[in-house]
């Protein structure tokens, strides 16, 4: 039996509710919400399935060394004393990625060559070899976080941010980050239970995203590489034995998911990516301006969308943004409508009245999600 230790989770701005829910159903101990991140406790299986399975995280960290350090000297031997050859190969490639918010310290850079200094002089003193650093590709990365004095030394179980999902092999202009399309969708109650469309679907990663939660198939299924599987005690029986449990707990999905975008090239790259995704019976995709066309199925539809905010895609917002308010007034009654946007002031030409507006960040932009309900008939007899 493996025992429990401590983790930490990483996700993005307002996602640390979804992120500690999901770990609360996936089993995890112990969660506890903090800025832009969750700790949590599980044992050597549980860190396996939360890299598989959790949609809203970026990254998981497993702390191994807590420690108080004033200067470069203590940092050194802090770092030293810890047992590296016990956690990875000499053979190894390896780097140290560092977070500083200390008086004592304001190099990130030379905090990081200094955790270097002594990762491989104690290879050498245990009678190793060094392994090499390999600051872009590492296969084994190491984060340290300096909070004032206060050192943390954790593995970074992960390796590539796990917005990485490995299904999208063709992307747009501006592609929406994965993690963030998920947590949108888990914002807006997407559960699987209605028709969903994508009126400007670009690449597809929400139309993806969203068959990956109705059909509860582990978001990271396709990606090909954890840096887990670089740790001395990496397990690759119990990690077969999590994913085969994973993928046994998908379920069927009754209902239809829609994407449009005008663009042939959007179109060609989503369904790309849709078939990497292995998702081609649950998405269909078609060429169509969304500013002509009409609810495409009966009963109720989720719609959630990213559309251009004027920052990477130009568009002339005043008419853009007034267009969607007509759309969905004239041809979209029974629809949830959510989307995205940074462009505050372009809300304002929409010409309806947000339900919900739910500040989030996509990477620097601020932004909101925001809903629109779209009754049957009038919203008076909708009351009654």
Request: contains cysteine.
């Amino acid at each position: 039996m493996h025992k429990n230790f401590k983790m930490l989770a990483k996700t993005l701005y307002g996602f640390e509710p979804l992120l500690a829910k999901e770990l609360r159903n996936l089993g995890a101990g112990n969660v506890r919400e903090g800025n832009r991140m969750v700790t949590f406790e599980g044992d050597l299986g549980f860190l396996y399935k939360a890299n598989l399975c959790l949609r809203t995280a970026l990254k998981v960290f497993r702390p191994i060394h807590f420690g108080k350090v004033f200067n470069e000297k203590q940092l050194y031997e802090q770092l030293y004393t810890l047992n590296w050859p016990n956690h990875f190969g000499a053979n190894t490639t390896f780097a140290f990625d560092t977070t500083l918010y200390s008086d004592s310290f304001k190099n990130s850079m030379f905090v990081s060559l200094k955790a270097k200094d002594a990762l491989v002089d104690k290879f050498r003193a245990m009678g190793h070899k060094r392994p090499d650093v390999d600051s872009r590709s590492a296969q084994v990365r190491i984060h340290l976080h300096l909070q004032n004095n206060d050192l943390t030394v954790s593995l970074d179980s992960s390796g590539a941010s796990l917005h990485q999902r490995g299904y999208r092999i063709a992307t747009n202009i501006a592609p929406i980050n994965e993690v963030l399309a998920a947590g949108l969708l888990l914002l807006s109650g997407w559960d699987g239970c209605t028709d969903f469309l994508d009126p400007m679907c670009g690449s597809g990663t929400v139309l993806i995203e969203a068959a990956m939660i109705a059909c509860n198939i582990p978001p990271n299924i396709n990606r090909q590489d954890f840096a887990f599987r670089y740790w001395s005690d990496f397990d690759a029986q119990l990690f077969d034995k999590i994913t085969d449990a994973s993928l046994n707990k998908t379920r069927e999905f009754h209902h239809k998911i829609i994407g449009y975008d005008k663009a042939p090239s959007a179109i060609r790259k989503a369904t790309e990516n849709i078939q990497n995704a292995n998702l081609t019976e649950y998405i269909t995709v078609e060429r169509k301006d969304f500013f002509n066309t009409k609810k495409p199925t009966k009963g109720p539809l989720h719609l959630l969308f990213n559309p251009p905010y004027g920052e990477r895609l130009p568009v002339a917002i005043t008419t853009f943004y007034s267009k969607i308010g007509d759309t969905l007034k004239r041809a979209y009654p029974g629809t949830l409508a959510w989307f995205i946007t940074s462009n505050l002031e372009a809300l304002k030409f929409v010409g309806l009245r947000p339900s919900k507006k739910i500040k989030v960040f996509n990477a620097k932009l601020e932004s909101r999600l925001v809903m629109y309900e779209l009754y049957e008939g009038s919203r008076k007899k909708k009351r009654a």
